[in-house]
């Protein structure tokens, strides 16, 4: 079965960076739909950055600019690089994933991953 396991939150003051990263085992990682959303206590889930098979991102506009998500599918790992961190950063962070439909050209970019049905059990980013 697919297992996705994130890593690399943690707490960090404003203005800095953190890496997180996203093991991915159980599934051909290359075919995969995968991005990260992320939820703050009491808010909905915020699809935040996804990419496509290809390696296309689409970033929601929160952010965009700090934010980079990138794919190694030799080592079936997802990452985001996280820059310019602001406390409205703060939130539990999931990585997701989802097999590219038969028939389907794009894995429909930030709109869709919140809708993905393998996520993680996701990592803590404390912005403080």
């Known amino acids: 079965h697919v297992q996705l396991v994130e890593s690399g939150g943690g707490s960090v003051q404003p203005g800095g960076s953190l890496r997180l990263s996203c093991a991915a085992s159980g599934l051909d990682f290359s075919n995969y739909c995968m991005g990260w959303f992320r939820q703050a206590p009491g808010r909905e889930r915020e699809a935040i950055a996804a990419?496509?098979?290809?390696?296309?991102?689409d970033y929601a506009d929160s952010v965009k600019g700090r934010f980079i998500i990138s794919r190694d599918n030799a080592k079936n790992t997802l990452s985001l690089q996280m820059n310019s961190l602001q406390p409205e950063d703060t939130a539990m962070y999931y990585c997701?994933?989802?097999?590219?439909?038969?028939?389907?050209?794009?894995?429909?970019?930030?709109?869709?991953?919140?809708?993905?049905?393998?996520r993680g059990q996701g990592t803590q980013v404390t912005v403080s």
């Open positions: 990419i496509e098979l290809d390696g296309i991102t």
């Open positions: 997701a994933a989802e097999r590219l439909l038969v028939g389907f050209r794009t894995c429909g970019g930030t709109a869709t991953v919140t809708l993905f049905t393998n």
